[in-house]
Nanobody, 116 residues
């Protein structure tokens, strides 16, 4: 059974940093990409960043240059380093794993609040 568990959210002042983690279990025998999405209150869920199995990275324009996605294959974990945080980054952040067969899995989310 596949599980994704996010952690690292919290309250931070504008300009501060947070590092989110996504621990993936149950996908040890197949390659997968991991993406981060976020959903602010009353809004849809939007793409933030992604990293492929080969390590290629992609970012939304709104976070490029401030956020960095990385992965530790040995720990089956993916990280989102968020710097220079802004109040508009406030949202619940979700990680999503997608296999080559297009199966998708979601975590439960971790809340990030950036105060002005």
């Amino acid at each position: 059974q596949v599980h994704l568990v996010e952690s690292g959210g919290g309250l931070v002042q504008a300009g501060g940093s947070l590092r989110l983690s996504c621990a993936v279990s149950g996908l040890t025998n197949e390659p997968y990409a991991v993406a981060w999405f976020r959903q602010a209150p009353g809004e849809e869920r939007y793409f933030v960043a992604a990293i492929t199995f080969k390590g290629n990275t992609f970012y939304a324009d709104s976070v490029r240059g401030r956020f960095t996605v990385s992965r530790d294959y040995a720990k089956s974990s993916v990280y989102l380093q968020m710097n220079s945080l802004k109040p508009e980054d406030t949202a619940v952040y979700y990680c999503n794993a997608k296999t080559v067969d297009a199966y998708e899995y979601w975590g439960q989310g971790t809340r990030v609040t950036v105060s002005s």
